[in-house]
């Protein structure tokens, strides 16, 4: 009996440690599932790295010609919050992103503008001109449909920004 049970705890025991496979785990909320790796949030993943390297054709790929950004509430087609790359650019300033918790929210039911995923994503901004050096940590929601971000609401403190391009 003894063997039986020592069998039964080493199986657990090994089966506990294994590594779990790559891909997505998922949880179940009180709507719907909460995702940590899927297709939408590397969907974002990749429009952060096309801000950090500057590559504007591969970020405008990820979103809807008529998306709308809610920056601090203040909102803005494509056009204008691609001006972001202009103003690097000319200011010369050089940005490094560091990609904190990235989820994805998947709701039962979609919303009235047939939305039911949300990606989710916590980044830190460091921008650097020259020997001035500043950081904000950006809060993002992105709503995705049919594979592309149709919705953004960002939420950080501005004064980074502002400090850097003066």
């Known amino acids: 009996m003894k063997k039986i049970i ?12 294994t590594k779990k496979e790559e891909g997505a785990t998922a949880s179940k909320g009180q709507s719907g599932i909460v995702i940590d790796s899927s297709a939408n ?3 974002v993943r990749k429009s952060v790295a096309a801000i950090q390297s500057g590559d504007s054709a591969t970020y ?3 979103y809807a010609p008529n998306v709308v950004f809610h920056d601090n509430l203040d909102s803005t087609g494509i056009d204008g919050n691609m001006a972001m790359f202009k103003l690097f650019a000319e200011k010369g300033i050089k940005l490094q992103i560091e990609v904190g918790p990235v989820w994805e929210n998947q709701y039962d039911k979609p919303n009235s ?3 039911s995923n949300y990606v989710m994503a916590y980044t830190t901004f460091t921008f650097t001109r ?3 050096t500043t950081k ?4 993002s929601v992105d709503a ?3 594979g592309i971000q149709v ?3 960002l939420v950080y403190d501005k004064a980074a920004m502002a400090e850097i391009a003066k």
Do not use: H, M, N, P
């Open 6 to 17: 020592l069998l039964f705890v080493l199986a657990g025991s090994v089966f506990a440690c």
């Open 113 to 115: 503008k047939g939305v």
């Open 144 to 146: 995705i449909k049919d």
């Open 130 to 132: 020259g020997d001035k």
């Open 136 to 139: 904000t940590v950006i809060f």
């Open 151 to 153: 919705e953004e609401w």
């Open 41 to 43: 949030t590397d969907l």
């Open 60 to 62: 405008r790929t990820t």
